[in-house]
């Protein structure tokens, strides 16, 4: 994903993120607690991109890898291991993904960071031009779609010899990516396909109409996920937790704004 500080239904406001390394400072208002010192771990700077990792990421990498480790074989416990490292790698190159496009069109990357959603490439700004705004929120799945297809190719050249650990992380690493390429290009906010799909529609059909229009289907998503989390799992309830907050807000926002 992207972030230019601005909310989904104003997708070209100007960042208010700070550059890395210099946290933005706001004054608690009177009898208002200090917000809370956020967990980071800064990895340097990657094709020039300041790189961190929050908490968040590392308990929700920590938590999809858990059956590997809870199954106590050592064999297994290594492709948890390398599930870990394989997400962060995606991940990462989802969000270089977006980076490097947006460089393209003379916009900086302020930071990237890894967090419990994924990760989240923050741009100095969006482009107003709904086609290099397009082509900034695509880069990231489409890369993960690229990753996929290598995974998969690799896996065709494996034979009866390949040793089963390097096998099973080639087909977690597929696995991994078309999920990331496949999701993010939902229509729902704040994922780069329902971002992609309001600055399409908002020319044609308003930017309310566009925004309510996609807050729809994020909503719907969110339903779908969790029926399907009772028969394949409660990290889909967590996901359809996270998608709800962004796709209830910006329904609000466009209701109030049409009445």
């Known amino acids: 994903m992207t972030d230019t500080g601005g909310t989904p239904t104003d997708p070209a406001r100007p960042s208010s993120q700070p550059a890395a390394g210099q946290p933005r400072v706001e004054k608690p208002r009177a009898g208002q ?10 990895l340097g700077r990657i094709a020039g991109v300041p790189v961190e990792i929050d908490g968040g990421f590392l308990l929700v990498a920590i938590l999809l890898a858990a059956p590997y480790w809870l199954a106590g074989r050592p064999a297994i416990m290594a492709l948890g291991a390398g599930f870990v490292v394989l997400l962060g790698l995606s991940v990462l190159v989802h969000e270089l993904a977006h980076s490097k496009v947006a460089r393209l069109f003379d916009i900086p990357s302020q930071a990237i960071r890894l967090n419990a959603f994924g990760g989240v490439a923050h741009l100095k700004w969006m482009p107003k031009t709904p086609w290099k705004a397009v ?6 799945p489409l890369s993960n779609l690229v990753l996929y297809g290598l995974f998969e190719a690799a896996l065709g050249l494996t034979t009866r010899e390949t040793p089963p650990l390097l096998r099973g992380l080639l087909d977690i690493g597929s696995w991994i990516n078309v999920s990331l390429g496949l999701f993010n290009l939902l229509p729902a906010f704040p994922l780069d396909g329902g971002r992609s799909a309001y600055v399409l529609l908002a020319p044609v059909i308003g930017k309310k109409a566009a925004g309510l229009t996609i807050a729809l289907c994020g909503l719907a998503l969110v339903a779908a996920l969790v029926a399907f989390s009772f028969s394949y799992g409660l990290w889909l309830l967590v996901i359809a937790l996270i998608l709800a907050q962004p796709n209830l807000a910006v329904f609000k926002q466009a209701r109030q704004a049409a009445t």
């Open 33 to 42: 607690p200090r917000a809370r010192k956020e967990t980071v771990l800064r």
């Open 135 to 140: 082509a900034i929120l695509l880069a990231g």
